[in-house]
């Protein structure tokens, strides 16, 4: 399997642990199965679904070598 990483807003965070606490999965399990479902649907397109998040830093370098 694949492994990816993302950068999410606390508030975004937190929903997404509500959530898969509840549904008893792991956040993991929930962003994949949101993310079929949402590649499912070809009607919905990205700007239909976003909502404003964390500014992406990925491709910043001086993000890229962080210690952590």
């Known amino acids: 399997m694949a492994v990816i990483s993302i ?5 975004l965070d937190a ?3 509500e959530q898969a ?11 994949r199965r949101a993310l079929t479902a949402f590649l499912q649907s070809p009607e ?5 679904a976003a909502q ?3 500014v ?9 070598f962080q210690a952590q």
């Not at 919905?44 to 239909?48: F, I, L, T």
């Open 44 to 48: 919905q397109g990205v700007e239909d």
């Open 21 to 31: 606490q509840q549904r008893r999965l792991s956040k993991s399990e929930l962003v």
């Open 52 to 54: 404003p998040s964390a």
């Open 56 to 64: 992406d830093l990925s491709s910043n370098p001086a993000y890229l």
């Open 15 to 17: 929903q997404l642990t």
């Open 7 to 11: 950068k999410l807003s606390e508030a």
